[in-house]
């Protein structure tokens, strides 16, 4: 028995922990830190040899102050201690953490005791972005605390080198792939521009991949397809899917499984959050494994129902239906939350409001209810009152004309783009031919071709957020002073003097002093300047006299603030003022559709992470599927439980504990132009 444990490899593996969702909410604030910190006891009862998380520790690509903290005590609380790590790290430090500037492991760092090291990829939550390229696992790595691997800055080409670790005669692989933009990701797998390094004795390591992509199918391009990854691995651990599945699922077309371990917190009210939360134990020895889920008893309840009212006994032509209507939730709602009474845990650190959402489609004729109403009779029962209840109403089956024409556009460019896409073809050429052919209603009115263009490639090459926003918020500014020096007051001449100042702008200016203004956008929209309105224009302070139309400064509100010389506009401010007070509201009318388009635009350039538990695409690519893949080894006791790898690895290492030499990496290739590593 405890030669077995010393060839055996103990990791608690978790994923998508989301820590600091929802820290605003009174009830919900503490959910995901205490379903972290039961994820970290079981690491600390089972005695694990090392934590793995697969992505999405935080919530928030910039976490809060609070949040950080107390994610930095808890790991300091359960990862540091006196008890040694059995795991020999045998690669190059130096080459697996090349982004970090102490590239060493933390349990072998002298300046450190680590009794349970975690090792962690980032998510689509906790990217790395903007200046440095910099996420929180960076912080964490550099304080010591985590040993962040999978980050690849370079994405034209992804290569990825394995950590390679070895406890007694079992040896492993560990491949890392951060979250990377899934049609960037997809473009790069069917081009042949990710690869992984393996090393000489790969085929008797234990290959391990962890990514964190959409394995749901949301679209042609928008997830991973499984037959994307090498047929080298035997188990791929994958995060960003929210549903927790059980057991491995074994991928016939590349002979590997797949673990998908789940989130510890409810994010969304959808089907895929609603089942029951773990994390895992993985067991590895020799070429097989064995996966223990652990349910987390401190999760908050979390109970989804669909109901059609057609389907229920009342009857639409009755008078009181709408009341008829509310109570027949009411009961819906109170028999979910007997269900949660009867389901608790006991855990006195499960919250005891559940989560509770009735999807309710009211086809049929049946008329709708106020849903901030109904919320105050649960207030104090429910975690979520105010989305309890989500009403829904089936299309009719029909004409879709209007759908497509509101699709038509999007489409266009999306066909433009493609070329782009591809190589050879710029941004700048790809939107200057959208909008010379698509209708008027599409056309811009205040950005330049290559104003948008520039903006675009920020955003799409450095996922700059905020930068589409602030160039149309930052155009605007200028375009209003403009009109406003030019005295129109009519909305018929105001449109053509936008149109004439946009052309005299590309006129005006060359392409690097527009890049130079996108530069200027940019740095803006990262420390986060969203200056308001209220500041951009305002009928008392602004001088309307002044040549250059710029704004002056606001007054300072400290003492004697109301009552400077000139505070309440200068001389002639009041006269002047409301001459042109009907250009200033005529411009606010007009821009008021492009501010609320361009705060619209804002919000859905935000990312979003798509949930949900669909089957991947099972399409073999490349490699054909080996015969009898598997096979389950009961052979002793001992080996109960676990899962063998295919038959091909008949040459396993058996030999002694004794240290073996670092592996260094080496341009060389096999026959499936995969690099390999080389010993020193």
Same mark, same amino acid.
Do not use: W
């Given at each position: 028995m405890a030669e077995e444990t010393e060839n055996t490899f103990r990791i608690l593996v978790t994923t998508d922990n989301h820590l600091g969702y929802m820290e605003k909410d009174p009830l919900r604030a503490n959910d995901s830190f205490v379903s972290f910190e039961e994820t970290l006891k079981v690491a600390v009862e089972k005695d694990v040899d090392f934590i793995l998380l697969g992505g999405d520790l935080f919530h928030e690509n910039k976490p809060s102050r609070q949040t950080i903290y107390r994610c930095v005590e808890l790991l300091r609380k359960y990862s540091l201690g006196s008890k040694p790590c059995q795991v020999e790290f045998q690669s190059d430090h130096k080459v697996n953490f090349a982004h970090c500037p102490f590239p060493v492991v933390n349990y072998e760092d002298p300046n450190y005791n680590v009794s349970y090291p975690i090792f962690s990829i980032h998510g689509n939550h906790d990217d790395p972005a903007g200046s440095g390229d910099l996420c929180v696992l960076d912080l964490l790595s550099v304080s010591g605390l985590v040993n962040f691997f999978g980050k690849h800055t370079n994405l034209e080409e992804?290569?990825?080198?394995?950590?390679? $670790?070895?406890?007694?005669? /079992?040896?492993?692989?560990?491949?890392?792939?951060?979250?990377?933009?899934?049609?960037?990701? =997809?473009?790069?797998?069917?081009?042949?521009?990710?690869?992984? $390094?393996?090393?000489?004795? /790969?085929?008797?390591?234990?290959?391990?991949?962890?990514?964190?992509?959409?394995?749901?199918? =949301?679209?042609?391009?928008?997830?991973?397809?499984?037959?994307? $990854?090498?047929?080298?691995?035997?188990l791929v651990v994958w995060g960003h899917e929210h549903e927790s599945r059980l057991s491995p699922e074994f991928v016939d077309s590349k002979s590997f499984y797949v673990m998908q371990p789940g989130s510890t917190v409810s994010t969304s009210l959808s089907l895929g959050e609603a089942g029951p939360k773990h994390c895992f134990v993985l067991e590895i020895r020799g070429n097989q494994f064995k996966s223990t889920q652990i349910p987390l008893k401190t999760v908050r309840q979390f109970y989804i129902r669909d109901y059609a009212l057609k389907d229920s006994n009342i009857d639409v032509r009755d008078p009181e239906v709408d009341l008829l209507v509310q109570e027949y939730c009411e009961e819906l709602v109170e028999s979910l939350l007997d269900k949660a009474r009867r389901e608790h845990s006991g855990d006195p650190l499960q919250p005891k409001e559940p989560l509770v959402r009735l999807r309710v489609d009211h086809s049929g004729g049946y008329q709708t209810f106020s849903v901030n109403r109904f919320a105050q009779k649960f207030i104090s029962k429910v975690a979520n009152p105010r989305d309890i209840i989500q009403f829904s109403r089936k299309k009719p089956p029909g004409d879709k004309e209007a759908e497509g024409r509101s699709l038509a556009a999007l489409g266009q460019l999306e066909t433009l783009a493609r070329p782009a896409l591809l190589g050879g073809v710029t941004m700048e050429t790809v939107l200057q031919r959208f909008f010379k052919e698509t209708d008027r209603d599409n056309q811009m009115s205040l950005l330049t071709g290559r104003g948008m263009a520039n903006a675009v490639d920020e955003f799409v090459n450095k996922e700059e957020a905020d930068v589409v926003m602030e160039m149309v918020k930052h155009q605007r500014k200028k375009t209003r002073a403009y009109l406003i020096e030019s005295q129109v007051t009519r909305e018929g001449n105001i449109r053509e003097q936008i149109g004439k100042y946009k052309d005299e702008r590309a006129a005006r200016m060359t392409r690097e002093e527009e890049a130079r203004e996108t530069m200027e956008v940019v740095d803006r929209a990262r420390r986060g300047a969203n200056v308001s309105e209220d500041v951009l224009i305002d009928d008392d302070e602004m001088d309307v006299g002044r040549g250059d139309g710029e704004c002056p400064p606001r007054p300072a509100t400290g003492k004697g603030s109301r009552g400077g010389r000139g505070s309440r506009g200068g001389r002639g401010a009041r006269g002047r003022g409301k001459k042109d007070l009907g250009t200033q509201r005529t411009l606010d009318d007009t821009f008021g559709a492009a501010n609320d388009a361009a705060r619209g635009r804002g919000a859905t350039n935000g990312r979003s992470s798509r949930r949900g538990a669909g089957s991947s695409t099972a399409a073999a690519r490349g490699r054909g599927s080996r015969a009898n893949p598997v096979s389950i080894d009961n052979d002793s006791d001992n080996d109960e439980g676990f899962i063998s790898r295919s038959s091909r690895n008949t040459s396993r290492v058996s030999s002694a504990t004794s240290k073996r030499p670092r592996y260094q990496y080496s341009s060389g290739s096999d026959s499936e132009n995969e690099n390999l590593f080389r010993r020193q």
């Open positions: 992804i290569t990825m080198t394995p950590l390679l $670790l070895r406890k007694g005669t /079992s040896t492993l692989a560990l491949y890392g792939l951060g979250a990377i933009r899934d049609e960037r990701l =997809h473009r790069m797998f069917v081009a042949d521009r990710v690869k992984c $390094l393996k090393p000489p004795d /790969s085929v008797d390591r234990f290959n391990v991949m962890v990514i964190h992509q959409n394995r749901a199918v =949301h679209g042609a391009k928008n997830h991973i397809p499984e037959s994307f $990854l090498g047929s080298f691995l035997d």
